[in-house]
């Protein structure tokens, strides 16, 4: 099968290098540098503008099963994704950062003839405004486009789960753990393993269930939330948390930027004012912030907001990273929580091609988990209960998609034909599980 990429960034060289290991892979880029970082990888590069049709030729998209158009510039990726349809190209993905062409993170069926577009500023102000009702979360993630979500909490030092089993943990009906990363190591929980301090766990469930789970956790309550920041991702965390009870402001240095926000937020306090003036942050009290929320267009800034913020007692700091390899580095030095829609993108991209049933991994929060989704189609499958199952150690069924309902199982509960699991394991169960289901 072929797959052709256009753009050699970030994302495209990710995704070059997580699918050339079992397709044929070319990839469109005109920069030279990006070209010579290509070449340790086991793939062909074509040397040009992926909105050229001699490019897409050269590239052989008539026969590509999957053209992916993840270069830096929005036009260019829909342009190039016409293209390759028309030029007989089966599945079109398309990056698009430009809020103009897109009002959602991902859209399916675009008008334009393109199957899947991803906003990833989008995509990435929607995990963060699901980061903040969650007070212990640090990641997001959502499953089986949007119908299941993951959180990834930290357990804190004072928590009242230290010590306690997970089947003493009464989660709600449609919740389950399924991971616990624990001194970097991975875990995947029975009923009688014990959550210790500092334990980062994996959270699966309906959206509205996990919504509950801030009562387990013991934690108090978010109230004052700051965003930083006007632009594509602050002003969209904006509108989704403008409709709740949150005490909400929005700091921006551009008079303009703050004028049109006050015309579309309701209920958000917008305030002109430089983020990296000391004397303006104390006056506007940001040290009693339950979180602030960074996503200016400069990495620098937005670490130094964060870092800021927390000096003067601000309790949590969620920042917007456009370089992958801050990440790290940024939650290091005191953020805890960096995002980056680069990588929020390769994520969703990822997701995709496993639902087009392609071989591709699935990553969670940079840890060595496999998360597989998987169709039952085998009959005598069909009624088995969860317990009978026999899979291999270390890995659990996390939810099984049936029809229009989303079912977290039990050990009673049996798989139906058609039901769509959602499979967390080790890197190194990854084949056992999946010989289980094919």
């Excluded at 486009?145 to 959180?151: E, R």
Aim: one cysteine or more.
């Amino acid at each position: 099968m072929l797959i052709v990429i256009a753009g050699a960034g970030e994302v495209g060289y990710s995704l070059a290098n997580d699918l050339s290991a079992d397709y044929d892979v070319i990839v469109i880029e005109k920069d030279e540098r990006k070209i010579d970082e290509l070449r340790g990888l086991d793939i062909d590069v074509i040397k040009g503008n992926a909105a050229n049709p001699d490019s897409l030729k050269k590239a052989r998209v008539n026969e590509a099963e999957i053209f992916i158009g993840v270069t830096g510039n929005s036009e260019v990726n829909i342009l190039s994704g016409i293209l390759a349809k028309k030029l007989g190209a089966n599945k079109v993905i398309a990056r698009v950062s430009n809020p103009e062409y897109v009002d959602k993170p991902v859209i399916r069926g675009h008008p334009l003839g393109i199957d899947l577009v991803i906003c990833p500023q989008l995509a990435l102000a929607g995990a963060i405004a699901n980061l903040v009702t969650i007070p212990s979360a640090i990641d997001f993630v959502s499953f089986s486009g949007g119908k299941i979500d993951m959180i990834e909490v930290m357990i804190p030092n004072d928590s009242p789960l230290i010590e306690k089993r997970i089947s003493e943990l009464n989660l709600p009906d449609n919740v389950i753990i399924t991971a616990i990363y624990r001194n970097d190591e991975i875990i995947v929980p029975r009923g009688d393993t014990k959550l210790k301090a500092g334990d980062k766990i994996a959270v699966v469930g309906k959206s509205e269930d996990l919504s509950k789970i801030s009562d387990i956790l013991g934690k108090r309550v978010i109230k004052n939330v700051v965003i930083f920041g006007g632009g594509t991702v602050g002003s969209y965390v904006a509108k989704i948390l403008d409709r709740s009870n949150l005490n909400l402001k929005l700091i921006d240095v551009n008079p303009a930027v703050c004028e049109n926000l006050c015309k579309i937020l309701k209920r958000t306090r917008v305030i002109i004012g430089d983020a990296t003036d000391l004397d303006f942050l104390m006056e506007e009290e940001i040290g009693k912030s339950d979180v602030v929320i960074a996503t200016t267009e400069s990495d620098g800034k937005n670490l130094l907001i964060a870092l800021l913020s927390k000096s003067l007692g601000a309790k949590k700091a969620i920042v917007k990273v456009e370089k992958g390899s801050y990440i790290k580095l940024f939650e290091k030095v005191g953020v805890d929580v960096a995002l980056s829609p680069k990588e929020i993108a390769h994520l969703e991209i990822l997701k995709h091609l496993k639902l087009m049933k392609l071989r591709a991994p699935t990553k969670f929060e940079k840890k060595e988990i496999a998360v597989l989704e998987i169709l039952v189609e085998k009959d005598k499958l069909s009624g088995k209960r969860i317990k009978d199952m026999k899979l291999p150690k270390g890995t659990i069924i996390g939810c099984i998609l049936r029809e229009d309902q989303c079912l977290i199982p039990k050990g009673e509960t049996e798989i139906r034909l058609g039901d769509k699991l959602l499979i967390f394991t080790t890197w190194d169960n990854v084949e056992k599980v999946e010989s289980k289901f094919t």
